[in-house]
């Protein structure tokens, strides 16, 4: 993901410590139930889309904002999937984040799919029983979007996935 101006402008008093940043991440179904998915520029992998909040954006405006950056499709939040603290990573360039994710399920309302950033590689709608490799964190986020059920919270105690695979744990994080 790319890092916001406002991220910039910490980093550059802050350094490398760990910042404690708010994310959304956007589950979005077309009208057939397919699953739309981007694979990402800084891993390669598949993923479903995700992004900061810009200071005062709500998290379902920042998840539609994210959605159409990404993608250039138009999407409206239909609920909230789950919301999860992500345990910390440190980036290659040092920064450490851990993120407190808000996880939203969405509707296709227009646009068409397409690579419309820097940040993905490839973007396309995929069959839930057809999805490519990917990591815990996205598929977690679609099962828990297809669930009939409440939002999902972690339990006291319990820690979450890696930000959507990229760096790698700090030690003692």
């Not at 068409?112 to 940040?119: H, K, P, T």
Request: proline content about 5%; some cysteine; overall charge negative.
């Amino acid at each position: 993901m790319a890092t916001p101006d406002f991220i910039k402008n910490i980093r550059a008093t802050a350094g490398h410590q760990l910042l404690y940043l708010p994310g959304v991440t956007a589950v979005v179904f077309d009208e057939r139930g397919r699953v739309l998915l981007g694979r990402r520029s800084d891993n390669g992998e598949w993923s479903v889309v995700g992004g900061i909040p810009e200071p005062g954006e709500q998290p379902a405006e920042a998840a539609v904002r994210e959605v159409y950056e990404e993608t250039g499709v138009e999407c409206v939040v239909e609920r909230v999937v789950l919301v999860q603290t992500l345990r910390a990573v440190q980036y290659g360039n040092g920064d450490i984040c851990q993120f407190m994710d808000v996880t939203v399920a969405c509707r296709a309302t227009g646009g068409e799919a397409r690579v419309n950033d820097d940040e993905s590689l490839e973007v396309g709608w995929f069959e839930v029983d057809a999805l490519p490799g990917m990591r815990e964190f996205a598929t977690f986020r679609i099962e828990q979007a297809l669930a009939d059920e409440p939002t999902w919270f972690a339990q006291p105690g319990e820690f979450a996935l890696g930000v959507a695979g990229v760096g790698v744990t700090p030690a003692g994080h």
